[in-house]
């Protein structure tokens, strides 16, 4: 790879170097709340409607297939009772899908949760008894739940009275957990599978970063803050062709993904979190924008140049400089548009390699520049999955899609620093946060997410 900055590239984004009245409106005009681990002051008051991360990869023992995943609820504390976790029955959670890169959904698969409540006014309990199924009557609050799929022809009913894998209250309440899991999976027409419930908090990584990345003199690293910790998850595995345009995997192999909810209010069903690639919230977008950011869809983004400032002009590299004196590369950075809002591929900029861009789809239209998780699914899964992604060669990695085992802390300070410019890992930062990986093992079939842990944090 070599660092050739395209200006058409920046010029077609509309860059600007400005926060203008009218992208401020714009802002304004969308306003709701932000999502992604409390990074967005709005969102962090309301943790059930907080995504966390999204996932999206070809599944590796089901390589016709591709899973989909959207997390909610950071810092689930297991023994966070008497009232656990669940998901918002007031909010519909949505996973979405571009597939001709104008960035806006082709394919939407919308989950409605209800809650069935026989506590009332007898017991505090989440469940009174050993539960062994989900329909046990020792279980006092499970919540059920429908999954939509939505596309221009239509809408069509998936999945109709799930039940959610409940919270994991601990071995006497719940002593074979794994069992309970097993049984909320559910099949869908056509070969697909759907999972709603508690999981492991996947994401792993030293959140001291924020302390002057790392204390400013990388002494906070090798601790991963988010061990112990549960999430809420939706899962989906579909046949690819359900989700490539115009049903042809094979011509047209690359998606856009990301999630968002809508929550009830009195005007109605407002979108309050968004989230497509991991950290862009965090570590890209500015204090001030953050709400605002992840109220728009995708396909506005371009429009608004105090945004898109962000991307071509980062902060991050100017904080490396600053604290550790690494030197930040040269703006605008058009290697970081390519990642965050074109998908690579040669025509698109300075990177020199066709990888996940919807332009490489055959029956693709004019691309819109937007920011989202993008993954082509024709990249097989690889035997030995590198934590570095790309950056390392594996090229099934993040940013293409995003797995489990992806160290996205890591490949993004590498990308801010130009290893996507120069082709090669920067050595200052080859150790990251010496957190390479979960604190659970990932499992080898659907949803793969590792089960809830019932042991609390704090134990040691």
Do not use: C
């Not at 950290?279 to 953050?290: D, H, I, Q, S, T």
């Not at 937007?370 to 999955?385: F, H, Q, S, W, Y």
């Amino acid at each position: 790879m070599e660092l050739r900055i395209s200006r058409r590239a920046l010029i077609g984004i509309g860059v600007a170097g400005v926060l203008t009245a009218s992208s401020l409106a714009l802002l304004r005009a969308e306003t709701g709340a932000a999502s992604s681990h409390r990074e967005a002051p709005m969102i962090a008051g309301d943790p059930r409607n907080d995504n966390t991360d999204v996932y999206a990869f070809v599944s590796p023992d089901r390589p016709d297939t591709v899973t989909l995943m959207a997390n909610f609820i950071p810092f689930e504390e297991p023994n966070g009772g008497p009232n656990f976790y669940q998901f918002d029955a007031g909010s519909r959670y949505n996973i979405k899908i571009d597939s001709d890169g104008d960035a806006q959904p082709d394919t939407v698969y919308q989950w409605t949760f209800r809650d069935e409540d026989r506590r009332g006014t007898g017991t505090f309990l989440y469940d009174n008894g050993p539960v062994t199924s989900l329909n046990d009557k020792n279980l006092l609050f499970r919540q059920r739940y429908t999954v939509k799929k939505i596309t221009h022809r239509g809408t069509r009913t998936l999945v109709k009275d799930g039940v959610v894998a409940p919270s994991n209250t601990g071995p006497a309440s719940m002593p074979d957990y794994a069992s309970l899991r097993t049984q909320s999976i559910k099949n869908l027409p056509g070969g697909g599978k759907a999972f709603a419930g508690q999981a492991d908090e996947a994401f792993f990584a030293d959140l001291r970063v924020f302390d002057l990345l790392y204390g400013g003199d990388l002494s906070e690293v090798g601790q991963d803050t988010l061990g112990g910790y549960n999430v809420h998850s939706l899962a989906l595995q579909v046949p690819k062709d359900e989700v490539a345009l115009k049903g042809d995997a094979g011509r047209n192999p690359v998606i856009g993904v990301w999630s968002t909810v809508d929550k009830w209010s009195p005007q109605g069903y407002v979108q309050v979190s968004r989230l497509g690639q991991p950290l862009v919230n965090e570590v890209v977008v500015p204090a001030g924008l953050k709400d605002a950011f992840n109220a728009l869809p995708p396909h506005k983004d371009a429009d608004v140049p105090a945004v898109v400032k962000r991307v071509t002009n980062p902060e991050v590299p100017k904080l490396l400089e600053a604290i550790y004196g690494l030197k930040a590369p040269k703006t605008p950075r058009a290697d970081l548009v390519e990642i965050f809002l074109t998908g690579i591929a040669k025509a698109n900029g300075p990177i020199k390699a066709d990888l996940n861009s919807q332009s490489l789809n055959k029956d693709a239209g004019r691309l819109r520049p937007a920011e989202m998780l993008r993954l082509n699914m024709a990249v097989a899964p690889t035997a030995n999955p590198n934590r570095l992604g790309v950056l390392a060669g594996d090229l099934q990695g993040f940013p293409n899609g995003r797995r489990l085992g992806d160290d996205v802390i890591d490949i993004a300070l590498q990308a801010m620093a130009g290893a996507a410019q120069s082709g090669k890992l920067v050595d200052a930062l080859a150790a990251g946060d010496k957190v390479d990986r979960n604190d659970k093992p990932f499992g080898t079939r659907f949803p793969y997410i590792p089960l809830p842990g019932n042991t609390s944090v704090n134990a040691s």
